[in-house]
């Protein structure tokens, strides 16, 4: 993949960008399979919704945001649809094991 700055047209901008973005969807695919696999470990609504855990996970990705000199307001609005998605997921796996 070409860097940013390297870049010379949009097409090795948009090659780049939809590299990045199927790297992104790989990777949300692979998070699915370990919160599918971790309603098994939970005996309760509360254990799956975990208010403090997701707490503390947006507030790391915040964090990690900021070193990464990217929006943490971005990244913790992503980490709380994805997050609220996958315990709705979860939450459903869980009532039906």
Same mark, same amino acid.
């Not at 855990?53 to 900021?66: F, M, N, T, Y």
């Given at each position: 993949?070409?860097?940013?700055?390297?870049?010379?047209? @949009?097409?090795?901008?948009?090659?780049?960008?939809?590299?990045?973005?199927?790297?992104?969807?790989?990777?949300? #695919?692979? &998070?699915?399979?370990?919160?599918?696999?971790?309603?098994?470990?939970?005996?309760? $609504?509360?254990?799956?919704?975990?208010?403090?855990?997701?707490?503390?996970?947006?507030?790391?990705?915040?964090?990690? #945001?900021? $070193?990464?000199?990217?929006?943490?307001?971005?990244? #913790? &609005?992503?980490? $709380?649809? @994805?997050?609220?998605?996958?315990?709705?997921?979860?939450?459903?796996?869980?009532?039906?094991?």
């Amino acid at each position: 993949m070409i860097e940013p700055e390297n870049c010379t047209n @949009m097409n090795d901008i948009r090659v780049a960008i939809d590299q990045i973005d199927k790297e992104i969807v790989e990777k949300i #695919a692979l &998070r699915a399979k370990y919160v599918s696999a971790a309603a098994k470990y939970k005996n309760n $609504e509360t254990e799956v919704r975990d208010s403090k855990r997701v707490e503390k996970v947006i507030e790391s990705k915040k964090a990690l #945001a900021q $070193e990464l000199g990217i929006s943490p307001e971005l990244i #913790a &609005r992503i980490y $709380e649809v @994805m997050i609220n998605f996958f315990i709705n997921e979860e939450m459903d796996e869980w009532k039906n094991s």
